[in-house]
């Protein structure tokens, strides 16, 4: 995607990765609408950033889907970019079904029911567009096993697929799907990551995104460095050691 002159939906973006990129993309020239649950942030966020938009939405909620998709093309009907950001991360232990059960059905609703809802809703209109761009939000964990989290695992490594299928068939439409990869990136995603040794520091992995997407604007992955570990383990041939070190090194790798 050009990296400038947009109009860009980021449902998930009240904190962490979804609102720094949200500034960094103001800050290059798009217009920018921010979507979250947290009625306090959106607040905050437009009082703070002149010319940011805000939506409230529960992409976990399909009706909430719906309308918020409503709201925002009445209000921006030259929107050319939907970014799928919000998401939710949850620690599991698979030995006591009773324990993660309902928190599974959660993070499978919110990590791949609401990017299908919220892409189903804009579709249509982003092939409107002479010159549209789906985002998708995996993780390096879709390529490596962190063994603490395995539904969160399981969904974006679903998000992965995704992205690749629809690809293949928006292709004869104006319409390109880009897959955002993070490595650990430090935000309040999990407790403790904001302040995580083991976590990249948000600046800069938002710098980098920025500057990938400036540089690649054909790119069909949006990899940080820090990424590739994870994302190459099978296609290098060290898939058993990149998860050994994976599940090592992480605080949550129990
Ligand atoms: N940080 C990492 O290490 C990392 C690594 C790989 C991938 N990711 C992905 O990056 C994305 C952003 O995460 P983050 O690290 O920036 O964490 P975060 O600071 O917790 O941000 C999550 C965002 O998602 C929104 N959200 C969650 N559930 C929602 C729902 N039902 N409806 C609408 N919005 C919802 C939250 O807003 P409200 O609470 O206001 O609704 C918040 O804005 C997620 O998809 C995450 O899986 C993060």
Redesign the pocket.
């Known amino acids: 995607m050009n990296i400038s002159g947009n109009t860009i939906f980021i449902?998930?973006?009240?904190?962490?990765?979804?609102l720094a990129l949200a500034l960094a993309l103001q800050a290059r020239g798009n217009t920018v609408i921010v979507?979250?649950?947290?009625t306090e942030?959106l607040d905050r966020i437009a009082a703070e950033h002149p010319g940011i938009d805000t939506v409230q939405?529960?992409?976990?909620d399909a009706a909430s889907v719906t309308a918020a998709a409503e709201r925002v093309l009445a209000r921006h009907p030259q929107l050319n970019v939907l970014v799928t950001?919000?998401?939710?991360?949850r620690v599991e232990d698979w030995h006591k079904p009773e324990t993660f059960l309902a928190s599974a059905e959660e993070i499978v609703t919110?990590?791949l029911l609401?990017p299908i809802r919220l892409i189903a809703a804009f579709v249509a209109h982003l092939q409107s567009r002479p010159d549209a761009t789906i985002v998708t939000?995996s993780?390096?964990l879709a390529f490596a096993p962190l063994k603490a989290t395995p539904s969160y695992n399981a969904s974006?490594a679903a998000i992965h697929m995704l992205s690749e299928s629809i690809r293949l068939q928006l292709a004869d439409t104006s319409v390109r799907v880009v897959e955002l990869v993070?490595?650990?990136?430090r935000?309040?995603?999990l407790p403790g990551?904001e302040s995580s040794d083991f976590?990249m520091p948000l600046d800069e992995f938002v710098a980098e995104v920025v500057g990938l997407l400036d540089s690649e604007p054909d790119a069909t992955e949006i990899q940080v460095e820090r990424v590739k570990f994870l994302r190459y383990g099978e296609a290098r041939g060290d898939y058993d050691q990149v998860v050994a070190t994976l599940n090592a090194a992480d605080p949550h790798g129990r």
């Open positions: 449902p998930g973006a009240t904190s962490g990765i979804g979507g979250g649950r947290r942030l939405i529960d992409t976990a950001m919000a998401g939710i991360m919110t990590n609401g939000v993780s390096g974006k993070p490595p650990s990136v935000t309040a995603l990551q976590a």
